[in-house]
Nanobody
Framework: QVQLVESGGGLVQPGGSLRLSCAAS????????MGWYRQAPGKQRELVAT???????????TYADPVRGRFLISSDNAMNTVNLKMTSLKPADTAIYYC????????WGQGTQVPVSS
């Protein structure tokens, strides 16, 4: 059974930082592209960042334009975790953040809330 469990969400002030983690089980972690998505109230779910490891390409990361330069995605294959370090947070970053695994099947975590407010 595949499980993705997010942690680290919570209320943060504008300009603050937060680190989200996602622990994966039930998959061969290194064979999956991992990512973070978010869904703000009243909006569609959108991509935040992805990380993947290819034999010929090595480790690759992608970021959505609104978060590039402020967010950093990383993964630890030994621990089966993917992290999202978020800095310079803005109220527009307020959303539920979801972990995603894409490989032989696609899986979602249950989400963790990140309200950015003073």
């Amino acid at each position: 059974q595949v499980q993705l469990v997010e942690s680290g969400g919570g209320l943060v002030q504008p300009g603050g930082s937060l680190r989200l983690s996602c622990a994966a089980s039930g998959i061969i972690f290194s064979r999956y592209a991992m990512g973070w998505y978010r869904q703000a109230p009243g909006k569609q779910r959108e991509l935040v960042a992805t990380i993947s490891t290819g034999i010929s390409t090595g480790r690759r990361t992608t970021y959505a334009d609104p978060v590039r330069g402020r967010f950093l995605i990383s993964s630890d294959n030994a621990m089966n975790t993917v992290n999202l370090k978020m800095t310079s947070l803005k109220p527009a970053d307020t959303a539920i953040y979801y972990c995603h695994a894409d490989g032989r099947g696609a899986y979602w975590g249950q989400g963790t809330q990140v309200p950015v407010s003073s």
